[in-house]
């Protein structure tokens, strides 16, 4: 009777070992069924076996372990190189899906983010945090070629540049350095053909934001540049001053 009991309790804990077994393995699962309601993505369905330290996933190439595995899945496409979310404006592709909507604002006039003291409107909030130290005093961080000081570490590393004549961005298609990156990425462009500005009264789309802005002055109408001889107004300066040229000299 005892040996039977003993038979029983060992089945009933053999079930249950199974069952968390079952348990742990599924929840290293991705399921194709949900798809993102932000970006519109599904991925594909795949298991990884639970690591030998519970809770703990280990990266076999670099040797960094994460703590949850999404960010263990985020990391592997480091070494992989895929992209699976991709703008559906532009088709750029990004690793995170965080950076796709970050990158969506691009193509965005949206500037949900307000500067409490100026109003001054932001498209990110860290970008908020940034501009707020211009309303303080303090700017602790001094250029020892001309004193002139900054309130961040980062612009002073900018500002050096401009005596140091560095470039510390090159581009890997020609070669070409550039002092900012924010230059390197917009040069990158002529290479990749990447127009991220698209219009969306008419579909047309441009590499510089400042052509955009320029082209969607001519769907508002804004003449603001007008010609004092005859009232005339145009779109662009070039444009007044080639008439005036031609028409009143």
């Known amino acids: 009777m005892i040996s039977v009991q003993i038979v ?10 199974a069952s968390s077994v079952e348990s742990s393995v599924s929840s290293h699962k991705i399921s194709t ?30 040797k960094k372990d994460f703590k949850h595995l999404s960010s263990f899945c985020e990391h592997q496409r480091v070494h992989t190189g895929e992209k699976p979310y991709e703008c559906e404006s532009c ?18 006039d949206t500037r949900p983010h307000h500067c409490k003291i100026c109003d001054k409107r932001f ?8 501009h707020q130290k211009v309303h303080s005093d303090d700017s602790p961080f001094q ?3 001309c004193s002139k000081s900054f309130k961040r570490s980062s612009c002073l590393i900018k500002h050096l ?17 550039f002092k900012w990156e924010a230059s390197l990425r917009e040069h990158q462009r002529i290479h990749t ?3 991220p500005f698209r219009c969306q009264e008419c579909g047309k789309s441009f590499t510089h934001f400042s052509t955009f802005q320029q082209h969607k002055r001519s769907h508002q109408n804004e003449r603001q540049f007008r010609c004092k001889d005859c009232s005339r107004a145009f779109n662009h300066k070039s444009n007044l001053l080639k008439h005036q040229r031609l028409v009143h000299t």
């Open 123 to 130: 498209k990110l909030a860290g970008d908020v945090t940034k």
């Open 143 to 145: 250029c020892h070629f």
């Open 33 to 62: 069924q949900r798809r993102c309601k932000q970006v519109g993505w599904k991925g594909k369905q795949y298991s990884r076996p639970p690591p030998p330290d519970l809770g703990i996933f280990h990266c076999d190439i670099c």
């Open 91 to 108: 088709g750029k592709s990004f690793t995170r899906c965080a950076d796709l909507i970050k990158h969506r604002l691009v193509h965005s």
């Open 161 to 177: 540049r401009i005596h140091t004549e560095e470039k510390p961005f090159p581009c890997k298609e020609c070669h070409k350095r």
């Open 193 to 195: 053909g990447e127009k």
């Open 8 to 17: 029983k309790i060992k089945r009933d804990q053999d079930a249950v070992m």
